[in-house]
């Protein structure tokens, strides 16, 4: 018989818990968090159920063989990169993403490259068997060792992964799970943790890896606790826009290998192909002996990347000057226009001013913000920039440019696409102990020296 019901307030970002609704959270100090939750004596005593006593144990670390750690290579490159070199058996990745992104694409590629060495279960709580199967026979995954289940019972789930024991498990998505000792709807915050718990409990136990489909909010953030990021071992994200081709899948946490790493997809009729060379991709179609383009070096996880910038300056049509951002942070362009003003004397008050990253990349390095400058001071003077050369480095309030990490690769990587001229800050020639002879680096300390080079 179920328990009265009784209504508390739990806070997305930490898991907090309240009698009663607050406006702060008292655990976290997060403003308008705490989000309505409905449960019975039941479920009340589900969560708060001690684990039974069991004999503590504990190794020393020469007891310990690194060498036990085993990976499935699944054979797609750009994957295997941001997950640090394959799927770690009884690791719980978390792949989350924008609608339509690409999810559930990526994960049926992983079953083709693996379904004649593991056997795989695909578990969907919102799509029927028959459309997992269309999507499937498009990709190409015809295999035996597939097996499909629409299932939202976690429990039951978890029950199927202990009696089949399979090599790799999917579940598409965490927010349709419910576990049923639990009153409350699908999704809400109790239900996505505890959902979560016990796939993370039967896949450590068992050494079976687990991926996980998160959606995302209205904010892009992950939906639900945010103590559901971190019990989970790698958290996989999406990025790119739905009317563009091209996806990256970047690494915001991984136990297992490199954070902050990316891999990049081309979204095709057959599904995601991967993409060998991202500087090539982010720039073909550029038109040469045009203003307010500069081409910069950005370092993504290990991997240097060109990415064009574009600027456009033209007169307003309204009282006051417009600023638009795409793909570089609003803020950060404010910064770099007050300091052209201040320190070059160049004037954009009353001027509307437009910065595009070309394919849909988001640069937050500071890095690109001598590029940055250089395509807004091009497209002010309209006057081309060098179709061959290439400026990275991070401009100071003071108009110095400083030194940047990594030069040597960001070097090697525009004189494999064929640049002749780089501009860089002097600070970063030192960390540059072998060139390429086909390129020439021009090393300054002032945004005026590099700017002086357009043309």
């Not at 709580?125 to 597939?146: D, H």
């Not at 849909?360 to 920039?385: F, N, Q, T, Y």
């Amino acid at each position: 018989m179920a328990g009265k019901a009784k209504t508390i307030f739990v806070c997305s970002e930490c898991g907090f818990e309240s009698p009663k609704w607050m406006g702060k959270c008292a655990g976290c100090g997060e403003w308008n968090t705490m989000v309505e939750d409905v449960r019975t004596a039941a479920s009340a005593s589900f969560t708060a159920a001690p684990s039974p006593a069991r004999a503590a144990k504990a190794l020393t670390l020469s007891m310990i063989d690194a060498a036990d750690e085993q990976r499935y290579v699944t054979g797609i490159a750009e994957l295997d990169r941001v997950l640090g070199g394959g799927i770690v058996k009884g690791s719980v990745v978390l792949l989350s993403g924008d609608p339509g992104i690409g999810k559930s694409t990526i994960l049926l590629q992983v079953c083709n490259a693996l379904q004649d060495r593991l056997h795989i279960l695909y578990v969907s709580g919102e799509e029927s068997a028959m459309q997992i199967k269309m999507r499937a026979t498009r990709i190409g995954v015809q295999s035996e060792s597939l097996s499909l289940m629409t299932e939202t019972d976690v429990q039951a789930v978890c029950e199927y992964i202990q009696s089949a024991k399979p090599d790799l498990v999917m579940i598409d998505s965490i927010q349709t799970m419910q576990h049923h000792e639990l009153s409350s709807s699908p999704g809400s915050i109790v239900q996505v943790r505890e959902c979560t718990n016990l796939l993370l409990r039967t896949g450590k136990t068992l050494e079976i890896p687990v991926f996980i489909v998160g959606h995302v909010n209205k904010g892009g953030d992950i939906a639900g606790p945010k103590v559901m990021e971190h019990i989970v071992d790698t958290v996989l994200y999406f990025e790119g826009e739905r009317n563009q081709s091209y996806r990256i899948l970047r690494a915001m946490k991984n136990r297992f290998g490199s954070t902050n790493e990316i891999g990049v997809f081309e979204m095709t009729e057959t599904g995601l192909t991967e993409v060998e060379n991202p500087s090539a991709m982010m720039l073909s179609g550029r038109l040469s002996n045009v203003s307010g383009d500069c081409i910069t070096c950005v370092i993504e996880g290990t991997r240097p990347i060109l990415a064009e910038v574009q600027g456009l300056v033209t007169t307003t049509g309204f009282g006051n000057a417009r600023r638009t951002a795409a793909g570089f942070d609003y803020n950060r362009l404010n910064l770099l226009l007050a300091v052209l003003e201040k320190r070059l004397g160049l004037y954009f008050s009353n001027l509307d001013t437009y910065l595009n990253i070309i394919g849909g990349i988001r640069l937050d390095e500071p890095a690109a913000d001598l590029a940055v400058a250089m395509a807004l001071v091009s497209g002010l003077k309209d006057i081309p920039i060098n179709e061959k050369l290439v400026a990275f480095g991070e401009v100071g309030l003071s108009g110095e440019l400083r030194s940047v990490p990594r030069a040597q690769a960001r070097v090697y990587e525009a004189a494999k696409m064929g640049f002749t001229d780089c501009i860089l800050p002097a600070a970063c020639l030192k960390q540059i102990t072998a060139c390429p002879d086909s390129i020439r680096l021009i090393g300054v300390k002032r945004l005026s020296d590099a700017i002086g080079h357009i043309g």
